[in-house]
Nanobody, 121 residues
Framework: QVQLVESGGGSVQAGGSLRLSCAVS????????MGWFRQVPGKEREGVAFIDLDGGAGYAESVRGRFTISQDNTKNTLYLQMNSLKPEDTAMYYC???????????????WGQGTQVTVSS
């Protein structure tokens, strides 16, 4: 089992920045492929960014150049640095983990409880 706990969400004005964190516990002796997703009520969960075991990353077109995914394996923590935030970035943000690559597909085995990000214009 892998447990994921997100933090760092909040309210910010357009153009501002936030950094989300995801603390990973449980089967951390086996490294996981990780991703960030977001969801607004009434819409499907959307992949935002993913990171491979070798540190390679990928992003949704809507956030490329503004968001950066990273991880600190010594702290078992995944991050999402979000800059130049827009009102359309408002959503519940989730981190996810799996032992196989899932990229931006919402098929990860493990999910956190989410952290709310609200961007006002």
């Amino acid at each position: 089992q892998v447990q994921l706990v997100e933090s760092g969400g909040g309210s910010v004005q357009a153009g501002g920045s936030l950094r989300l964190s995801c603390a990973v516990s449980g089967r951390t002796y086996r490294r996981q492929y990780m991703g960030w997703f977001r969801q607004v009520p009434g819409k499907e969960r959307e992949g935002v960014a993913f990171i491979d075991l070798d540190g390679g990353a990928g992003y949704a077109e809507s956030v490329r150049g503004r968001f950066t995914i990273s991880q600190d394996n010594t702290k078992n923590t995944l991050y999402l640095q979000m800059n130049s935030l827009k009102p359309e970035d408002t959503a519940m943000y989730y981190c996810a983990a799996d032992s196989v690559p899932r990229w931006l597909l919402p098929r990860y085995q493990y999910w956190g409880q989410g952290t709310q990000v609200t961007v006002s214009s």
